[in-house]
């Protein structure tokens, strides 16, 4: 049976107390990145809803539009002057 050299052993046990040291930190760090990268979908997300959001209400707006320029003016315009010719004539 052969002796490790206490050199050796001293660098292996040296890199497992850096690994075991380093640990909580990469934790940390992964957890704050995985934190950092659901805001940003959380952000992403709030600003295609609005978008969203925009176009609907476009949409809207101009279906209001066509529907008041869809009114047949000159039927107005006929039944406004009959009843100004009919008050005319009281």
Partial sequence: MSTVSPQITD???Q???KVVG???AM???TLYQALAH???LMFENSVIAQNQQNILSQAATTQGVM???SV???TDAIAVSQMLQASSET
């Fill in 72 to 74: 047949d003016t000159i």
């Fill in 27 to 29: 934790a940390m760090g």
């Fill in 67 to 69: 529907q008041i320029y």
């Fill in 11 to 13: 660098a292996v046990t």
């Fill in 15 to 17: 890199t497992n107390v």
């Fill in 38 to 40: 659901s805001t940003g």
């Fill in 22 to 24: 380093e640990a909580p």
